[in-house]
């Protein structure tokens, strides 16, 4: 008996239809879970109970029928095809069938190739068809014979998704029944292949199938393409600007998603207030759960229930990426977040995260981390497992063996937590054991993609829907819920990109050619179902876009948005600010007014207002860490200089910010090796009269000395320090040539600074509560008791004449200069002729402090420099005084605990390391 076509123009004469149906002896198809949610609601209002096979999606019908007359056949999850397609073409003859993505750009084209493999007697007429289209076989012939290929691979291991269980019932489909007259409603999600099955079921029953013609479905033809051999009517094209709504939407656009977000809120809570009941107000998006966790947050600061629940991905639960990260890295795929996670989720960590994060952030060779891995530093757990870890290094793992793994791979958990972490992985495997359902043989490495993948579509419910509330979901599958109120949220077109397919072009060829019809991959089907939401008996609409997305990506334009846009000649370049939400009220109010809704304890209170002010500035920050600190560092004192929280960050939270290994060595590397170096070389005497191998023999056993680690770009590294060494060199030979007078008589000479604690008092005492410590790099002397204090610098551009010292918080060479003066270093008092800085890079020393004396410590060719002023002995010590005026006061705020972050230069906050920690009040 033929199929009977029903038109259906809109949803009200969908419900005619519903209300004819009879559960017991029909079954109604829809094509997606919550419109057979909703029907099933419906019906049971109705009738008190149903039946099991009343209402199915389209895929469960399918598979029923594959399971009835295709038992041998088993449906497997679509990540366990797409692994085993990979293995498969990793033994492809092709070679560019073996790179990293075929396998998946293979899996989005396979909706359009199969039916050219199911419903061609033979491909031969296909390859017949390319010799007479060259264009296309050039554009998607490779693609189709791979399809072939792997066609032929499932079909030899009989296993297939639930997506192509379609394709599959196209073979012998000729004696295909049901036990009830069935009722398609799958609208523009009908496809050629369900369309031929549909034909083939209505031999033996009664079969309707309803087919969406509202008044507009011309602008839309491509999506309704599969109806086109069964209806008849034909439907005059128009264009997508002569569609009119029944009701005349409100069109917003916004600059941001995030505006949408607070506005739809807003909206929704004016429409509560207005009376109107919460179950028939509804937020539709595309896709809902890339912004659930924003839009929830929001209606749950306004009191507002969602009949959805809130869930997360099983591969988001901090055990299973652990699990994972540990198995990766037992294959040898190594990453530094997979290092991290699998390090730092214990209770004694290997090595400190400090440590760790120097090494790992940036490696590039796993030979950098085999200490981490090697026998002796495996544990006593791992070694009680080694036929586990033997089975993960053979050619392929079962099921069962690689669950084993699995299993053994997860973490302890604590006794309190015993029962709960159990059922979670129950949970898990079972879920996995169900997807899985065949046997199979797959290498360890595609067990873990796959779980990776399959781990990341299951849900896990955090909190349950409430049975009375607004509906928060897809436009695409809101077709049967009762509404009144919609907010379209998020209007702003499809961005899915697909590998070269089939045009539409070449599908019209094909189909008459060869009379098979191939679905489009890129349908238009998101505007065809909010344009036939539009048709339905609502009170008000809203269609929101905006111009960028959370990540500040702009939106592309939605075509039913544009058109309604277009209609009220809105102007798109002034975007709508959005109602203010409760959380933005509750953010204006005074702080007290906050507490007092709040209801927090008034210790809080107090502690939630005295923070807020600081971090206003309205108050300053709380001293805090008095009398803790007394020995300092020159360089510490200057970084307080330039902001306290720095300083405290370091000295005080103990914090690090060790430079992480890259393809460069960091600063810190490399003014480490080069002051060893330097140590070296300037010992008396003198060395200058070295060769390249002993200079390069030097270079290696510094770096050895200090125990940097192994790097991937040493060998070009060291040809760097070689040749910095021989400039160095060079330009002391000609230096000591023009001034033979001069040795080094310290390097990296130990100083200690006795500090009182009022300026007034003698200095020298041996009553002091502060100390400065530190190294000077050289000390040079003419053997006459002057001296030139030197500190070596890979670049001076930041660096500042004497003159400049104090504005600028640059202490450290006049507090070398004053320790040599004063005796605090193991050299005899001494007089301080010059203090410099020593550029190694340029080889020169013309930053710095001169004192105007006779000497042969300083050349001659320092009097031609007009900006560099001499100093006489008196103004040095002014200088000195003026110096040590700023350090006593720094020290003094350091210890009455003085750390508000409060920079000398604003600018420099971009570059800060701990700016993420800072809360400076111009970065709230």
Request: some cysteine; hydrophobic content about 35%.
């Amino acid at each position: 008996m033929p199929s009977t076509i029903c038109h259906i123009k809109n949803f009200n004469e969908k419900k005619n239809h519903l209300d004819l149906f009879d559960p017991k002896t029909e079954t109604w198809v829809v094509p997606d879970l919550q419109s057979k949610i909703e029907l099933q609601n419906h019906l049971l209002k109705k009738y008190g109970h149903l039946e099991e096979d009343s209402v199915l999606r389209a895929n469960e019908l399918w598979q029923k029928l594959a399971w009835r007359y295709k038992p041998q056949w088993k449906i497997l999850d679509s990540d366990l095809i797409r692994v085993r397609i990979e293995q498969e073409l990793n033994h492809s003859q092709y070679a560019w069938a073996r790179g990293p993505s075929v396998a998946h750009n293979l899996m989005q084209l396979m909706p359009q190739l199969i039916p050219l493999l199911t419903q061609i007697p033979s491909t031969e007429l296909v390859e017949d068809w390319f010799r007479q289209n060259l264009e296309s076989f050039s554009k998607w012939g490779h693609w189709f014979r791979l399809a072939e290929k792997i066609w032929q691979f499932l079909d030899h291991q009989k296993i297939t998704t639930s997506a192509w269980i379609i394709g599959l019932l196209q073979e012998n489909s000729s004696e295909y029944t049901w036990n009830k007259n069935l009722k398609f409603d799958l609208g523009v999600k009908m496809s050629g292949l369900e369309l031929k099955t549909i034909e083939t079921l209505a031999k033996y029953k009664n079969v309707q199938i309803l087919i969406p013609t509202p008044s507009w479905a011309g602008a839309f033809s491509e999506v309704l393409s599969p109806y086109q051999k069964i209806s008849k009517k034909t439907q005059p094209k128009i264009t997508l600007a002569q569609l009119k709504s029944q009701v005349q939407p409100e069109v917003r656009h916004f600059s941001t998603l995030l505006s949408e977000i607070k506005d739809a809120v807003a909206t929704v809570r004016k429409w509560l207030e207005q009376g109107n009941n919460i179950n028939n107000i509804c937020i539709l998006c595309p896709e809902i759960e890339p912004i659930w966790s924003l839009l929830s947050a929001h209606l749950k600061q306004e009191g507002i229930p969602t009949q959805k629940k809130t869930t997360i991905s099983y591969h988001s639960l901090p055990q299973v990426q652990t699990c994972l990260a540990k198995m990766r890295l037992q294959l040898g795929e190594l990453s530094t977040s997979d290092l991290e996670t699998t390090l730092f989720n214990q209770s004694h960590p290997q090595i400190s995260h400090n440590t760790f994060s120097q090494l790992f952030s940036n490696f590039h060779d796993t030979s950098q981390l085999n200490w981490l891995y090697k026998e002796n530093n495996v544990s006593q757990q791992d070694r009680n497992q080694e036929h586990i870890l033997a089975q993960i290094n053979s050619e392929n793992l079962t099921f069962d063996q690689y669950i084993e793994w699995f299993v053994s791979s997860w973490n302890s958990f604590p006794q309190w937590a015993e029962e709960k972490e159990m059922q979670l992985l129950t949970d898990v495997v079972r879920k996995m054991a169900q997807a899985a359902a065949v046997p199979i043989l797959m290498p360890s490495k595609h067990w873990v993609q796959w779980t990776e993948s399959f781990l990341g579509k299951m849900e896990i419910s955090l909190e349950e829907d409430f049975q009375t509330g607004i509906f928060c979901g897809n436009i695409s599958t809101a077709e049967y819920l009762e509404m009144d109120f919609v907010y379209f949220l998020g209007l702003n077109g499809e961005r899915k990109t697909y590998p070269n397919g089939i045009s539409s072009k070449e599908i019209s060829t094909l189909e008459q050619d060869l009379g098979v019809q191939i679905p489009y991959l890129e349908n238009d089907t998101f505007s065809f179902d909010l344009r036939w939401l539009l048709d339905k008996n609502c009170k008000e609409f809203i269609l929101s876009s905006s111009s960028c997305d959370l990540k500040g990506n702009p939106n592309s334009i939605e075509k039913i948005w544009a058109i309604h846009s277009q209609q009220l000649k809105q102007d798109l370049t002034q975007p709508k600010a959005p109602q203010a939400t409760r959380w933005d009220e509750i953010q204006q109010l005074p702080p007290q007014t906050l507490t007092n809704l709040r209801s927090w304890p008034k210790e809080r209170e107090n502690l939630f207002i005295e923070s807020m002010e600081q971090d206003l500035g309205i108050k300053p920050l709380l001293a805090f860490a008095q009398n803790k600190i007394t020995k300092f560092s020159p360089s510490s004192l200057e970084r307080y200089a330039q902001c306290p929280f720095i300083f405290a960050a370091e000295k005080v939270f103990n914090l690090k910010d060790s430079p992480p290994l890259d393809f460069d060595l960091d600063p810190m590397s490399r003014g480490q090796i080069t002051h060893k170096i330097f140590e070296t070389l300037t010992k008396e005497p003198f060395q200058g009269d070295l060769s390249t191998d002993e200079i390069s023999s030097i270079v290696q056993q510094k770096r050895n000395e200090l125990s940097l680690p192994e790097h991937d770009l040493w060998f070009y590294f060291s040809k760097k320090f070689v040749e910095q060494v021989q400039n160095f060199i060079q330009a002391e030979k000609q230096w000591r040539k023009k001034f033979p007078n001069t040795k080094t008589v310290a390097r990296e000479l130990k100083f200690s600074v006795p500090w009182k604690n009022f300026m007034s008092q003698d200095l020298n005492s041996s009553n002091y509560i502060w100390e400065i410590n530190g190294f000077i790099d050289r000390i040079d002397t003419n053997g006459s008791g002057d001296y030139v204090v030197l500190d070596y610098k890979s670049s001076t551009s930041s660096l500042v004449q004497a003159a400049s010292w104090n504005t600028n918080n640059h202490f450290q060479l006049a507090l070398y200069a004053q320790a040599v003066e004063h005796g605090w270093t193991s050299l005899p008092k001494g007089n301080v002729v010059g203090a410099f800085y020593y550029d190694t890079k340029n080889m020169n020393r013309d930053k710095g402090l001169r004192i105007s004396v006779d000497t042969d410590l300083l050349p001659e060719e320092f009097k031609k420099i007009k900006i560099n002023k001499f100093y006489s002995e008196e103004e040095k010590i002014q200088l000195w005084k003026e110096i040590n005026s700023n350090i006593h006061q720094i020290m003094h705020n350091i210890d009455q605990g003085f750390f508000s972050p409060n920079p000398k230069n604003m600018e420099d906050c971009s570059k800060c390391p701990w700016q993420k920690n800072c809360r400076a009040p111009h970065l709230n």
